[in-house]
């Protein structure tokens, strides 16, 4: 990232289900902020929903436009940033968001736990990397990705069973005071 780029108030990391995207809006809205996400940046730049992306061109394919979105968001967005549940698999991205926490910026972990992500997740939405077992590959999931969210996280907010509001309330504390507007 150049010295002259702008860069998120605010990251947040997280597994699929652990609220990325309600937190987000919602302490966007509250800031005043502009809120994106890489998944729809992916699906604005390809013209096609993730979950297909996962289908028709397999994981890998969706994982290098994952890492470019992420990329270019660091590097432009200055609102609140949320990255895809598996963005931090990448060890090219997650050496970015060191060097984003590093320069001062803040990342987020969304920790959710087994029985709230399930509920959450449900069996209605589209979630391309749960398949056909949902509970069990969350399961596996949370564990496997749990250290390398834990490795470019400068703050973790736990949102199992809680409301919205009172886990926004504590991400937005988290919000460096001579960065909020």
């Known amino acids: 990232m150049s010295s002259?780029?702008?860069?998120?108030?605010?990251?947040?990391v997280g597994p699929p289900s652990s609220g990325k995207t309600t937190v987000g809006t919602?302490?966007?809205?509250?800031l005043g902020l502009a809120f994106r996400d890489t998944d729809s940046d992916v699906e604005a730049a390809t013209g096609r929903?993730?979950?297909?992306?996962?289908?028709?061109?397999g994981e890998p394919h969706f994982r290098?436009?994952?890492?470019?979105a992420v990329a270019t968001?660091?590097?432009?967005?200055d609102g609140?940033?949320?990255?895809?549940?598996?963005?931090?698999?990448?060890?090219?991205?997650?050496e970015r968001l060191t060097g984003y926490t590093r320069a001062g910026g803040t990342v987020v972990w969304l920790d959710?736990?087994?029985?709230?992500?399930?509920?959450?997740?449900?069996?209605?939405?589209?979630?391309?990397v749960l398949g056909l077992n949902p509970r069990a590959t969350l399961r596996t999931l949370l564990a496997a990705r749990a250290p390398l969210y834990a490795e470019v996280a400068t703050v973790t907010v736990t949102t199992g069973g809680r409301e919205p509001g009172e886990v926004v309330d504590e991400v937005a504390a988290a919000v460096p005071a001579q960065a909020a507007p």
């Open 4 to 12: 002259a780029a702008r860069h998120p108030l605010l990251v947040l």
């Open 80 to 94: 609140i940033l949320a990255l895809g549940g598996g963005a931090v698999l990448s060890a090219v991205t997650r």
């Open 49 to 57: 929903r993730v979950a297909d992306l996962f289908v028709d061109l």
């Open 64 to 68: 290098a436009l994952e890492e470019q």
């Open 73 to 77: 968001a660091l590097d432009e967005h």
């Open 112 to 128: 959710v736990d087994l029985a709230s992500a399930a509920e959450r997740v449900g069996l209605g939405r589209s979630r391309p």
């Open 26 to 30: 919602a302490l966007a809205g509250r």
